[in-house]
C-alpha cells in the first residue's frame, strides 16, 4: 500500500497539467470515477450511494455533497453554472468529473461548474469527493439542455379543399427541430376549444428531432369555417422558464359541405291574414321548391282558411331533401270580443247610474 499522501499528488498532478475545462462531449458519463482518482487502489472501493434527483445523496452520512441548483434547465447557447459543496470535514478534495476530460478539484469546501454556452446535448457533470480514510462519493447534476422548436405547422393528412359532412379526416401538427422532444405537449384546438394533448414516446433522443403529431376528427356543419391550429409548448419544470415557451402554427380554415336542414316545426298556427316560412341552410345553399297537393305553389302573402293543410318543401342541396309542414289557420282575434265587452261594459254602467 502506497503512503496516504500519494493519491493526493495523484490528483496534484491532474490538476497542474490536465485542463480545467468542462468542455462538452458526447458520451455517457461512467457510474464510477476513473480508477486513477481512487486514493487507495489496494482497498476495494465501495459502491457510491445512491442519488436522488434532488441533488443530495440519500446516504448523507456517507456522501454530504450538495449540488445547488439540483436541477438546471439552460437553453442550448446560454451560459450555465452550478455549484457543489461539502456539508462536513473528513472528505478534502472536492471535484467535476466529464467523461474523457480530466477532474476540476478544489480544497475548498465548495467548487462551482461553469459553461459559457451550452453546446452539448448530452453532458452529465458529476460532482465527486473523496475521504480522509479512503474511499470516494460522487452526485450527478441532473442538466437539461433544451431548444424550442424552430416551427410549427397544421395540415390535413392526404387531403385539400373542402370537407363532406360525416367523413374522419386527420389533422397533422408538425413541430419542427424540437429537443428534448420528451418535454414537449403539443394541443390541437378547433378555434379556442382544446380537442386534444400529445407527447412524443421518444425518451431517449436529446438532441433536436422533427416530430409530426396527428388527431382524427369527424366533420360536423359546427366545423363549416372554423379555425384548426396546434401549439407547442415545452414543459420543463419549475426550474424552466416560467411561462414555458410556446410556439404556435398557423390557422387551417376549414369548409364543410352539409345535405340540407330545414329549421322550423313539422306542425305550425298561422292567424289568418299572416303568412309563414320555414328556413332551409345548408353548403352549398340549397334551392327551395313549395308544393301543395303534388303542385308547386307560391306561399300567399296573406293566408285565409282555404290555405290550410300540408305543404312540402323540396331542397335540393349536397344531397336531395324533403320535409312536410302542416298548416293550420287560426281565426283573427280582438274585434268581435271587443265590441261585445264594451256593449256589456255600457250595460254595466248604466245600472250602476239607475241604481244611484
Given at each position: ?100 476530460d480530466p477532474p476540476v478539484i478544489t480544497y475548498n469546501g465548495f467548487l462551482i461548474w461553469s459553461v ?58 408538425n413541430v419542427t427541430e424540437v429537443a428534448p422532444v420528451e418535454n414537449l405537449i403539443v394541443t390541437f ?168
Amino acid at each position: 500500500m502506497g503512503a496516504p499522501g500519494s493519491w493526493i499528488i495523484t490528483l496534484l498532478l491532474f490538476h497542474l497539467f490536465g485542463s480545467g475545462t468542462s468542455s462538452p462531449v458526447f458520451t455517457n458519463t461512467p457510474s464510477l470515477l476513473p480508477e486513477i482518482l481512487l486514493p487507495f487502489p489496494t482497498v476495494p472501493v465501495p459502491t457510491p450511494p445512491f442519488i436522488s434527483n434532488s441533488g443530495e445523496s440519500t446516504q448523507g452520512v456517507l456522501c454530504p455533497l450538495k449540488l445547488s441548483p439540483s436541477t438546471v434547465v439552460v437553453r442550448y447557447g446560454d451560459p450555465v453554472k452550478a455549484n457543489c459543496s461539502i456539508k462536513r470535514m473528513g472528505f478534502p478534495v472536492l471535484g467535476w468529473y466529464l467523461q474523457l476530460d480530466p477532474p476540476v478539484i478544489t480544497y475548498n469546501g465548495f467548487l462551482i461548474w461553469s459553461v459559457e454556452r451550452m453546446t452539448n446535448w448530452t453532458i452529465k457533470p458529476v460532482c465527486f469527493a473523496l475521504a480522509e480514510q479512503g474511499g470516494q462519493c460522487d452526485i450527478a447534476l441532473t442538466l437539461i439542455v433544451y431548444k424550442p422548436p424552430d416551427r410549427v405547422s397544421i395540415t390535413f393528412v392526404n387531403h385539400t379543399g373542402q370537407m363532406i359532412e360525416g367523413d374522419q379526416y386527420t389533422v397533422q401538427c408538425n413541430v419542427t427541430e424540437v429537443a428534448p422532444v420528451e418535454n414537449l405537449i403539443v394541443t390541437f384546438y378547433r378555434g379556442q376549444n382544446i380537442l386534444a394533448q400529445l407527447q412524443s414516446n421518444n425518451s431517449r433522443e436529446k438532441k433536436p428531432v422533427t416530430e409530426s403529431f396527428t388527431l382524427d376528427i369527424v366533420s360536423s356543419k359546427e366545423d363549416n369555417g372554423a379555425e384548426y391550429w396546434c401549439e407547442a409548448k415545452m414543459e420543463l419544470g419549475p426550474e424552466g422558464p416560467q411561462p414555458p415557451p410556446v410556439v404556435a402554427s398557423q390557422k387551417l380554415f376549414t369548409k364543410v359541405l352539409f345535405a340540407p336542414e330545414f329549421l322550423c316545426p313539422p306542425k305550425m298556427m298561422v292567424t289568418e291574414g299572416k303568412t309563414f316560412t320555414c328556413e332551409v341552410t345548408g353548403n352549398p345553399q340549397p334551392s327551395v321548391t313549395w308544393f301543395r297537393d303534388g303542385q308547386v305553389v307560391t306561399l300567399p302573402s296573406h293566408l285565409s282558411k282555404k290555405d290550410a293543410g300540408k305543404y312540402t318543401i323540396q331542397a335540393e342541396g349536397l344531397s336531395p331533401k324533403n320535409f312536410t309542414v302542416e298548416v293550420e289557420i287560426l281565426p283573427v282575434r280582438g274585434t268581435a270580443n271587443s265590441c261585445n265587452g264594451h256593449f256589456l261594459l255600457l250595460g254595466f254602467l248604466t245600472q250602476m247610474i239607475n241604481w244611484l
